[in-house]
Protein backbone atom coordinates (compact mmCIF):
# COMPACT_ATOMS: atom_id res chain seq x y z
CA UNK A 1 0.00 0.00 0.00
CA UNK A 2 1.08 3.61 -1.06
CA UNK A 3 0.21 7.29 -0.84
CA UNK A 4 -2.03 8.00 -2.64
CA UNK A 5 -3.87 4.08 -2.91
CA UNK A 6 -7.85 4.04 -2.91
CA UNK A 7 -8.54 1.38 0.15
CA UNK A 8 -11.33 -0.57 0.87
CA UNK A 9 -12.33 -2.99 4.28
CA UNK A 10 -14.94 -5.22 4.41
CA UNK A 11 -17.38 -4.34 7.37
CA UNK A 12 -19.72 -6.89 7.08
CA UNK A 13 -22.08 -5.68 4.77
CA UNK A 14 -20.73 -3.53 2.40
CA UNK A 15 -17.04 -2.23 1.94
CA UNK A 16 -15.92 1.01 3.42
CA UNK A 17 -13.29 3.01 1.28
CA UNK A 18 -10.49 5.42 1.87
CA UNK A 19 -7.30 7.18 0.26
CA UNK A 20 -4.14 5.76 1.91
CA UNK A 21 -2.32 9.49 2.66
CA UNK A 22 1.47 7.58 4.27
CA UNK A 23 2.39 7.71 7.82
CA UNK A 24 -0.71 4.75 8.29
CA UNK A 25 -3.28 7.97 7.56
CA UNK A 26 -6.13 7.30 5.73
CA UNK A 27 -8.61 9.73 4.75
CA UNK A 28 -12.38 8.77 4.41
CA UNK A 29 -15.88 9.67 4.64
CA UNK A 30 -17.51 7.95 7.61
CA UNK A 31 -21.02 7.53 7.10
CA UNK A 32 -23.63 5.80 9.11
CA UNK A 33 -27.10 3.41 7.88
CA UNK A 34 -29.17 5.94 9.79
CA UNK A 35 -30.10 9.08 7.69
CA UNK A 36 -30.70 11.29 10.78
CA UNK A 37 -27.06 11.15 11.73
CA UNK A 38 -25.46 12.09 7.84
CA UNK A 39 -25.62 15.78 8.81
CA UNK A 40 -22.75 15.20 11.50
CA UNK A 41 -20.85 12.88 9.10
CA UNK A 42 -17.34 14.68 7.59
CA UNK A 43 -14.45 14.04 5.60
CA UNK A 44 -11.49 13.22 8.30
CA UNK A 45 -8.36 11.46 8.91
CA UNK A 46 -8.15 8.28 10.90
CA UNK A 47 -5.30 5.94 11.60
CA UNK A 48 -5.17 2.76 9.48
CA UNK A 49 -5.81 0.57 12.49
CA UNK A 50 -9.03 2.42 13.09
CA UNK A 51 -9.91 2.53 9.38
CA UNK A 52 -9.25 -1.66 9.17
CA UNK A 53 -11.09 -2.44 12.33
CA UNK A 54 -10.63 -5.57 12.04
CA UNK A 55 -11.14 -6.37 8.57
CA UNK A 56 -8.85 -6.99 5.58
CA UNK A 57 -7.95 -4.22 3.53
CA UNK A 58 -7.37 -4.24 0.34
CA UNK A 59 -6.05 -1.43 -2.66
CA UNK A 60 -8.88 -0.97 -4.81
CA UNK A 61 -7.96 -1.02 -8.71
CA UNK A 62 -8.78 1.44 -11.23
CA UNK A 63 -8.09 0.82 -14.95
CA UNK A 64 -6.41 4.35 -15.34
CA UNK A 65 -6.17 6.05 -11.88
CA UNK A 66 -4.73 9.74 -11.58
CA UNK A 67 -1.30 10.25 -10.34
CA UNK A 68 -0.52 10.29 -6.32
CA UNK A 69 -0.26 13.73 -5.96
CA UNK A 70 -3.34 14.77 -7.66
CA UNK A 71 -5.25 11.99 -5.33
CA UNK A 72 -3.60 12.90 -2.22
CA UNK A 73 -4.67 17.08 -2.88
CA UNK A 74 -8.27 15.96 -3.88
CA UNK A 75 -8.76 14.10 -0.56
CA UNK A 76 -7.24 16.58 1.23
CA UNK A 77 -9.29 19.51 -1.01
CA UNK A 78 -12.47 17.07 1.19
CA UNK A 79 -11.35 17.59 4.72
CA UNK A 80 -14.38 18.75 6.97
CA UNK A 81 -16.91 18.38 4.06
CA UNK A 82 -20.13 17.89 5.30
CA UNK A 83 -22.82 15.73 3.15
CA UNK A 84 -23.13 12.59 3.36
CA UNK A 85 -25.48 10.39 1.93
CA UNK A 86 -25.65 6.59 1.40
CA UNK A 87 -26.79 6.94 -2.15
CA UNK A 88 -25.41 9.58 -3.93
CA UNK A 89 -22.32 10.69 -1.92
CA UNK A 90 -21.09 8.40 0.16
CA UNK A 91 -17.43 6.72 1.44
CA UNK A 92 -16.92 4.92 -2.22
CA UNK A 93 -18.11 7.93 -4.50
CA UNK A 94 -15.45 10.27 -2.65
CA UNK A 95 -12.93 7.52 -2.69
CA UNK A 96 -13.45 6.58 -6.29
CA UNK A 97 -13.13 10.66 -7.22
CA UNK A 98 -9.93 11.12 -5.14
CA UNK A 99 -8.66 8.45 -6.91
CA UNK A 100 -9.79 8.97 -10.55
CA UNK A 101 -11.93 12.11 -10.98
CA UNK A 102 -15.34 9.96 -11.15
CA UNK A 103 -18.05 10.53 -8.56
CA UNK A 104 -19.13 7.19 -8.82
CA UNK A 105 -19.99 4.40 -6.36
CA UNK A 106 -20.10 0.40 -7.75
CA UNK A 107 -22.10 -0.67 -4.59
CA UNK A 108 -24.73 1.65 -5.37
CA UNK A 109 -24.69 1.10 -8.95
CA UNK A 110 -25.19 -2.62 -8.39
CA UNK A 111 -27.95 -2.36 -5.66
CA UNK A 112 -29.47 -0.06 -8.53
CA UNK A 113 -29.11 -2.48 -11.31
CA UNK A 114 -30.95 -4.91 -9.08
CA UNK A 115 -33.67 -2.85 -8.27
CA UNK A 116 -34.38 -2.28 -11.45
CA UNK A 117 -34.17 -5.58 -12.45
CA UNK A 118 -37.02 -6.28 -10.15
CA UNK A 119 -34.57 -8.37 -7.94
CA UNK A 120 -35.87 -7.76 -4.59
CA UNK A 121 -34.05 -11.26 -2.45
CA UNK A 122 -30.31 -9.26 -2.44
CA UNK A 123 -29.55 -8.08 0.55
CA UNK A 124 -27.04 -5.42 0.81
Request: aromatic share 10%.
Amino acid sequence: MAKGDHLAVWRGTYLHHGIDIGLELVIHFPGSYWPLEWARQRVDIVSKAVFKDKGVMVVVPHLKPDPARIVLARAASQLGRSGYHLKDSNCEHFATWCATGEWRSSQVDIVRSLLIAGTTSYIF
